[in-house]
């Protein structure tokens, strides 16, 4: 076990970091349908697509300035005024509320939202993205999912403890400057995959 944030966190065999070799697992069966499995066609196309968009994201936080970044997360601090830069998730296990991982290599950060910020974080932390879903859009536009990086990627986490959890994340995801977002859909409650999809965000990479 590793300590990361004051909580322990996984080992993997294959690193605590993304990385093009750990991105992508593998899995011939559908995590959208019970039953479905792909074809050794798909899933070599699929590969293709998901490393094709990888390299996009790689190269497009490459050219992001990471001062602006910093900034436009300062101005964003300041504007809302409720988040809280936080070194230790273990006082905040079991505390509902707004989270922000931010990960300065890649200027990028993540909003969300949880009944338990601590165990949210960390799950985010342990998840393997479901092979079928590396892609949110096309491979031209498709942003990296948040559950494809690794704990040591988050380097900085801000938190806003709070039991009114409606009504602010989309408004919070809306503030930020979608170039430096890793959300791809907006905030609040979605009903099913049709409204997921009817909301997704893209990015021209």
């Keep these: 076990m590793a300590i990361h944030f004051g909580v ?22 559908s995590s959208f349908r019970k039953g479905k499995v792909y074809s050794e066609s798909y899933i070599n196309k699929h590969i293709e697509n998901s490393l094709y968009n990888y390299d996009l994201n790689i190269d497009y936080f490459h050219l992001l300035p990471k001062q602006e970044f910093n900034k436009e997360l300062m101005k964003f601090l300041s504007q809302t005024k409720l988040f809280m830069e936080t070194t230790d998730l273990m006082p905040l296990s079991g505390v509902p509320g707004y989270y922000i991982m931010v990960l300065d ?32 859009g096309s491979k031209e536009n498709s942003i990296l999912s948040i559950d494809s990086f690794r704990a040591y990627d988050t380097t900085r986490i801000f938190v806003y403890p709070t039991n009114e959890l409606k009504g602010y994340e989309d408004n919070f995801i809306t503030l ?30």
């Design 105 to 136: 290599e890649y200027a990028q950060a993540y909003i969300g939202i949880s009944n338990n910020i601590t165990k949210r974080i960390q799950s985010h932390w342990s998840k393997q993205k479901e092979f079928d879903r590396l892609i949110f």
């Design 8 to 29: 322990n966190i996984r080992e993997k065999s294959d690193g605590l970091k993304l990385t093009r070799e750990n991105y992508i697992k593998v899995s011939n069966i």
């Design 176 to 205: 930020f400057n979608n170039k430096y977002l890793l959300n791809r859909t907006r905030g609040g409650e979605l009903d099913g995959l049709k409204e997921v999809l009817i909301h997704r965000k893209t990015r021209g990479i």
